[in-house]
């Protein structure tokens, strides 16, 4: 059993050294992304994939994320890799997008759910990357129980699972994660990209990152038809995209900046408040956020969701920010865990 004192090792040479032996030797490791911590397991053993499940709490037949050390890894866990897929591998990794690809017939069906797809990301944070290259390709979770927060600080992992990791696992703390929310995942089976979960990479991004380069004219055209199809909100397939994933115990409520003046002073008094800087202060709430832009908005969220939590408040009350760029992914999330924080989809 970890604790959040003895559990994380620092994020040096020989914290890096001695989770890549963690994982050679079948155990698990909180790993720091970009994003937000894994739960990682080396994603050739099985017995070690399978205690990812058991310690989340997660159905088997949720695939994992395969993290890998270089883009050329992919050819390893995918095949039939259409040429859009490999210019968004170009353009955009290392960093915060997985893809989903025809996974080989030798890739694990552990790893994919059973599904005949494989979802790979390769992590940008040097850490991660750093592990990954020494141990070899691990399968990563978010750090947290199935339906819960993803963690974006190494303690937050030994609060979130501490008590179901055993001696041999160990978190590493790479500090606060510099996203602080999940990679953008696109759906690289059909003849176009299709984003499954919104991210910091834009559906924009994707698109423009997909045309090949130069861009041809049916690529522009395929983009004045909206060439990235938006994520149907009950795709079955990612769990993150269940209604009631990434849900605190408190409830959520999310608000137009301009409704924040109706609120009561006896609900203020009793909610923790994440709002932009610019919306006036509710000056009678007892905890407030507030964020300097919209990813600062992104690596805050998941903090201020946990912080209810643990202060006992009877809401969260999140302003809503506006629906462009990483906009689109927060507001994803928050409404997730307004849904989940009813008791839906637990
Ligand atoms: O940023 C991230 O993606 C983080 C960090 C640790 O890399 N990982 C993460 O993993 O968020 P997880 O397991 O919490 O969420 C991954 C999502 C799940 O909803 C899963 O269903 C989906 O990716 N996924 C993985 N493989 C897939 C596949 N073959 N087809 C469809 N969805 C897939
Ligand atoms: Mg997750």
Request: glycine residues 8%.
């Amino acid at each position: 059993m970890l604790t959040p004192t003895n559990a994380a090792v620092a994020c040096d040479a020989d914290g890096i050294a001695r989770a890549a032996a963690a994982l050679r030797a079948g155990q698990l490791v909180g790993l720091p992304t970009e994003t937000v911590y894994g739960l990682a397991a080396d994603a050739g053993n099985p017995a070690a994939v399978s205690r990812i499940f058991a310690v989340k709490g997660r159905p088997a037949d949720h695939p994992l994320i395969v993290h890998l050390a270089d883009a050329a890894d992919v050819d390893d866990w995918a095949q039939d890799i259409p040429d859009y897929a490999r210019q968004l591998a170009a353009r955009l990794w290392p960093g915060p997008l997985t893809l989903v690809l025809p996974a080989r017939d030798e890739t694990s069906r552990l790893l994919t759910g059973g599904q005949d797809t494989v979802g790979l990301r390769v992590p940008a944070h040097p850490a991660a990357h750093a592990v990954i290259a020494s141990a070899g390709a691990v399968a990563a979770p978010s750090a947290n129980r199935f339906g819960r927060v993803s963690p974006t600080r190494a303690a937050d992992v030994a609060a979130e699972l501490g008590g179901a990791l055993e001696p041999g696992d160990l978190v590493l703390d790479g500090g606060d994660c510099s996203i602080g929310i999940e990679s953008t995942i696109v759906d690289c089976t059909g003849d176009r990209p299709r984003v499954l979960r919104p991210g910091f990479y834009s559906d924009e991004l994707i698109t423009q990152s997909a045309a090949a380069a130069p861009e041809s004219a049916a690529a522009e055209d395929r983009r004045a038809a909206g060439a990235v199809a938006s994520t149907a909100s009950t795709q079955p397939r990612v769990s993150g995209s269940l209604p009631g994933h990434y849900a605190p115990a408190t409830p959520v409520r999310i608000i137009d900046a301009a409704d924040l003046a109706t609120i009561t002073r006896e609900r203020l008094q009793e909610a923790l408040v994440i709002t932009p800087r610019e919306t006036a202060p509710p000056s009678p709430a007892a905890h407030v956020v507030e964020v300097s832009d919209d990813l600062d908005y992104a690596r805050m969220l998941y903090g201020a969701l946990r912080q209810a939590d643990e202060l006992g408040v009877a809401e969260v009350i999140a302003v809503a920010p506006r629906a462009e760029g990483i906009g689109v992914a927060i507001l994803d999330r928050l409404s997730r865990a307004e849904h989940g924080s009813n008791g839906a989809d637990r």
